[in-house]
């Protein structure tokens, strides 16, 4: 069956960055050099290939974006500049864009004032929302007690509601690249048994991104893993333990140690990799697209109003800190609703359920090689 | 120890020897058992030549000119094509087979089919064991 | 005779003879050859060394003879020729053997190879013993040219001449000068304008006063040889009657070019059949004229140009034509000017960028977002039209290999790259200066590496996309080396021709007049008076069909006599 190209597709994802893919000849030096490329997964010429012919429901059931981890020793390899590295970053927007149900995910990657009006628009409602919650149930000089401005267990109970909404949105998008590059694919079959059999691939990815490890430069892998696991223990203290979180003035150590030395990581990392991007130190961080900078400062604003807010709290400066809550809450909330579903943070899903996928697939693809030439099956 | 025979290779310059170097600058091999004669024309090749060369002890003779129409002096090779079969009906009278003389039109950038040719009429010879010539001669002297 | 002296040597050649042959053991066996002085080896023969070696046994032997066996006489005979003359010896007292080309060159069996050699060198030494001394004749060099075709190669050649004092006629078959270049708007790889190019040409041509343009005039007939041709030349009068006249040249340069591919030929392409698809040349009308459209009269929103018709193809040409590739993506950027929303992609099998600049045009191409898609020689895309739901007017199925997959590219216009070919009249104009052509039409040069230009026709040249397909730099570069041979001939003003010719021994001629209806050359006469046939020397070239024809044996062909053959049958097979 012959596939009909459209080579109108570039124009769009020019958009998402990629301006160079035209000048690709083919050499494969790019899927020579990658450390990930391996059977059946070659990439990124192969992923260049498609995107260069408009091959839009190949490129939509593509695994390959998602094992990349933008080393970017393809692009230090080609001889054209045609830029694999950053082309296969911008397929991982553009996959984003399209898991994305809504549309939302695709306006902010089209339009960079989209996303920033948008991110602004959350953050006045939340900042609005809480200081009318606030005021009409307590007072602002309040920080803790029966009349607490914003008392913990309603916070806490916001915090489930946004992550119920956020899960929801992130779960369908989910559901939808599952049905892109493993559902729909006729020729691959993967079993329920497999599915559960290989599920521990999803927790190891996500917390050991030990992929990322294979690098031939390590230090990224290691700012990825410090900022990825600081931001996780964070999430988990503010998830499950609010309450000892929001304690004080005096320091809870059992759960502040454990909450400063997160901050310590997000800070260090985020400030490292701003300054990377700042400063285009290596291959990765010479092209930045608006959504790579939405990311960092959002999340560095967000450490860096929830450092103040511990240190105001032990300082018991309670007005300052309420106001600071709120500051840090209206970065917080475009942060999660509007990054994790619909910009780069969703990457923290796609990123390890490609590589579940991946596996699950290329296991059955063998298997099937082998049943095909006769050959006895993998114990 | 098998026969390798002797064959003399009447070329013409401008074609069938330059279709013979052409097989040597682009090194394609061949038998090596054809000796060859630069002649200008086959035009200048005599039946004499050809007698001469089974009298002194060829077991075979190759007479190569240019493709009819292309002759470097016009129409030198359709002389050759004239005689030809006289010295061959000549030759059937004498008792040599057939295979042991043979005319082939080489032009100059066919290297590869000069090799052809010399791999194929060796074998052909080959095939037909020692001429009889020398045989026949050298009977005749012993009985003298 | 008794007291003759050869010597014999026997060239290395670095490793292309000595790797294969054992040049002591030939030396070995031809050291017991009667008359044999002195026999040795050496590496490079032709080299100052060599034949200095060659001169020095030359007088300390006092040699008569000289054996050299080494690569083929076509190669360095005049070199060796030249070495005996120097030693005060004449130069045809030389003889060569060929046990590189024809030995060390095509046998891997050392014992087999050294064996011929061996045999091939003792010819040699055999013939050589019966050689004579001859003079080479000198004549007269016209210096007039006849330049055929003009062409972008012809006027080249036509400028040199004339800038140089000499005539030149410049015989073009069509209305008008220009060839092929004047069809094309631009050229790659700098997209500069052909036109411009070719109005200085044709202007500087047209007002010279040393070039004769001759239009729509065919040459008929070409008499003589080197230095003295004489060519006919048909051209029209003024009522439109043909007119014939004869020019008195000493050189001829053959520039003829190409005609292209007839795309029709291949059906798959629809070529003929579906209107939008065009050919190379029906696009450059369209660039020439400001406008690219489709049939209907709209801007095309996909173009699609597809390389190879008719070329790299076992079923019509296996050649490759060579300027399509970079004609290609000049199309590319002219089409993506002229029509600058359109989507162009270019269908190849291999990007041939070989010259100076055709890699970074290349590149450029890719930048401007031309879409490459590569498929497999002998797997040919196939034009089909599209359904009227579809946005475009055809698609072009391919199976495409960068990707491994069928894709099917849309298209309102596709541009057939068509190779070229050798002109219909290409047998005529080979025939009638006496020059060969190759399997594909193509006229053959003396000598592919060393003497790209010249041919087996001494005075007659061939430059340009005649000789074979090659863009206009080249074919410029030939068409100015031609006219550079030509002028280092004239610059001599007499030239020496070759000594062979054909003799008749009045004595033994019975006056059968055989041979005179022989001679291609009507060289021979008879003489009334005295009953016998007599041959003109400077008409003779040397075939030797009326020597082998002559029952009365009267005749002697000068350097192939019967004796010197004898002799090497005897060599060869001792």
Redesign the interface.
């Known amino acids: 069956m012959a596939i009909r190209a459209n080579p109108k597709l570039i124009t769009e994802l020019e958009i998402y960055g990629a301006q160079d893919v035209s000048k690709c000849y083919h050499c494969g030096n790019c899927s020579a050099t990658c450390p990930f490329s391996k059977e059946p997964y070659i990439f990124p010429r192969r992923s260049m290939r498609s995107l260069q012919m408009g091959l839009e429901s190949k490129l939509e059931s593509d695994l390959e974006p998602w094992l990349c981890y933008y080393c970017g020793e393809c692009s230090t390899e080609c001889p054209r500049d045609a830029e694999p590295g950053e082309t296969m970053m911008s397929l991982r927007r553009w996959l984003t864009a399209r898991y994305d149900f809504t549309g939302i995910a695709r306006l902010f990657y089209l339009s960079a004032k989209a996303e920033i009006l948008a991110v602004i628009i959350v953050a006045l409602i939340a900042g609005a929302g809480f200081l009318l919650y606030g005021f009409s149930q307590g007072s602002i000089t309040q920080y803790g007690g029966p009349n607490a401005f914003l008392p913990a267990s309603s916070v806490h109970i916001f915090d489930w509601t946004l992550a119920a909404v956020l899960l929801a949105l992130l779960g369908t998008n989910c559901a939808r690249m599952w049905w892109f590059t493993v559902g729909r694919d006729t020729k691959v079959h993967v079993p329920l048994s497999a599915y559960v059999r290989k599920i521990y691939l999803l927790p190891m990815h996500f917390f050991t991104q030990m992929r990322y490890a294979k690098c031939e430069q390590k230090r990224p892998w290691v700012l990825h893993l410090v900022l990825m696991l600081s931001y996780v223990t964070m999430l988990v203290l503010i998830m499950f333990f609010l309450e000892s979180m929001w304690s004080g003035p005096a320091v809870n150590w059992s759960v502040h140690a454990f909450g400063l030395a997160a901050t310590a990581g997000l800070l260090v990392t985020t400030i490292v990799l701003l300054r990377k991007r700042l400063k285009k130190t290596e291959v990765q961080y010479q092209q930045s697209h608006e959504t790579d900078w939405m990311f960092l400062v959002l999340l560095i604003v967000v450490v860096a109003t929830g450092l103040m807010q511990f240190t105001l709290h032990r300082l018991g400066l309670e007005t300052a800190a309420n106001v600071n809550y709120v500051i840090h809450m209206m970065a917080v909330v475009p942060m999660l609703l509007l990054e994790v579903p619909f910009s780069k943070w969703s990457h923290m899903a796609y990123r390890p359920l490609a590589m579940y996928f991946a596996d699950l697939k290329a296991e059955e693809m063998v298997s099937k090689e082998r049943e095909a030439v006769g050959a006895p099956q993998a114990a | 120890m098998t026969f390798?025979p002797?064959i003399?290779g009447f070329l013409c310059?401008?074609?069938s020897?330059?279709g013979?170097?052409l097989?040597?600058?682009s090194?394609?091999?061949?038998?090596?058992n054809v000796?060859?004669?630069?002649?200008?024309?086959s035009?200048?090749?005599?039946?004499?030549?050809v007698l001469?060369?089974l009298h002194?002890?060829?077991d075979g003779v190759l007479i190569c000119g240019?493709h009819p129409g292309?002759c470097?002096?016009?129409?030198?090779n359709y002389?050759m094509m004239r005689?030809y079969p006289m010295l061959k009906s000549l030759l059937a009278d004498y008792g040599i087979e057939d295979e042991r003389v043979r005319l082939e039109w080489v032009?100059?950038?066919e290297g590869q089919r000069f090799?052809d040719i010399v791999n194929d009429m060796t074998e052909r010879v080959r095939a037909l064991g020692p001429s009889p010539v020398k045989a026949a001669l050298e009977a005749d002297l012993a009985e003298r | 005779m008794d007291d003759l002296k050869i010597g014999v040597f026997v060239c290395n050649c670095g490793t292309n003879i000595a790797k294969v042959i054992d040049c002591d053991a030939v030396i070995d066996s031809v050291e017991r050859l009667p008359y044999v002085a002195v026999a040795r080896t050496y590496k490079y023969m032709c080299s100052d060394p060599g034949q200095d070696m060659i001169q020095a046994d030359i007088e300390e032997y006092g040699l008569d003879r000289v054996v050299v066996a080494a690569c083929s006489p076509r190669m360095h005979e005049p070199t060796f020729r030249k070495a005996l003359q120097k030693a005060g010896l004449n130069p045809y007292f030389l003889e060569m053997a060929n046990i590189r080309e024809q030995c060390s060159w095509v046998h891997d069996d050392p014992v087999a190879a050294t064996e011929k050699a061996a045999a091939l060198t003792a010819a040699a030494v055999m013939r050589v013993a019966h050689h004579e001394a001859l003079e080479r004749r000198s004549v007269d060099m016209c210096p007039n040219t006849l330049v055929i075709g003009g062409g972008i190669a012809g006027m080249s050649a036509a400028l040199d001449l004339a800038d140089a004092g000499n005539r030149v006629y410049l015989a073009e078959r069509s209305d008008h000068l220009g060839g092929n270049v004047a069809r094309a708007d631009l050229t790659a790889p700098y997209l500069d304008s052909a036109r411009d190019m070719l109005t200085e040409r044709v202007t500087r041509v047209v007002e010279h006063p040393n070039i004769d343009v001759l239009l729509e005039s065919q040459v008929r007939k070409v008499d003589g040889f080197v230095g003295n041709f004489k060519t006919t030349i048909r051209a029209k009068a003024d009522d439109g009657a043909p007119v014939d006249s004869v020019y008195d040249v000493g050189s001829i340069i053959v520039c003829t070019g190409y005609k292209e591919f007839d795309a029709s030929r291949i059906t798959h392409y629809g070529y003929g059949k579906l209107p939008n698809v065009v050919t190379s040349f029906e696009l450059e009308k369209m660039l020439r004229a400001g406008r690219v459209t489709t049939k209907e009269g709209k801007a095309p929103q996909y173009v699609a140009i597809i390389h190879c018709v008719g070329s790299r193809n076992l079923e019509f040409h296996a050649y490759c034509s060579r300027v399509c590739c970079m004609t290609a993506l000049k199309y590319a950027h002219e089409v993506k000017s002229a029509v600058p929303g359109a989507y162009v992609s270019d269908i190849y099998i291999d990007m041939h960028a070989f010259g100076k600049g055709m890699e970074d045009f290349y590149r450029r191409s890719s930048e401007i977002k031309t879409l490459f898609l590569m498929y497999e020689k002998n797997d040919y895309p196939v034009i089909r039209k599209a359904d009227a739901t579809d946005d475009c007017d055809m698609l072009i199925e391919v199976n495409e290999t960068l990707s491994g997959e069928t894709i099917e590219m849309p298209a309102d216009l596709v541009v057939l790259m068509v190779g070229m070919e050798a002109r219909e009249d290409s047998e005529e104009v080979a025939h009638l200066v006496n020059i060969s052509r190759d399997k594909d039409g193509w006229f053959i040069e003396s000598h592919p590496k060393l003497d790209p230009v010249a041919t087996t026709t001494d005075g007659v040249y061939i430059a340009g996309a005649c000789q074979a397909p090659k863009d206009i730099p080249d074919s410029v570069a030939q068409a100015r080396a031609a006219a550079a041979r030509i002028l280092a001939r004239t610059a001599l003003g007499k030239i020496d021709i070759d000594a062979v010719f054909a003799e008749v021994d009045e004595d033994k001629c019975s006056g059968c007049r055989m041979c005179n209806e022989l001679c291609p050359y009507v060289a021979i006469e008879f003489d009334l008076e005295k009953r016998r046939s007599h041959v003109i020397s400077a008409l003779c070239k040397a075939c030797g069909a009326c020597v082998a024809a002559c029952p009365s044996g009267a005749i002697t062909a000068r350097h192939f006599t019967d004796k010197q053959i004898f002799s090497e049958i005897e060599g060869v097979l001792a």
């Open positions: 390798e002797k003399v310059n401008w074609c020897y330059t013979a170097d097989a040597g600058t090194r394609i091999h061949y038998a090596p000796r060859i004669i630069r002649v200008m024309c035009a200048r090749i005599d039946p004499t030549f001469k060369a002194d002890g060829a240019c292309d470097h002096y016009s129409e030198g002389k005689r032009s100059a950038s090799a």
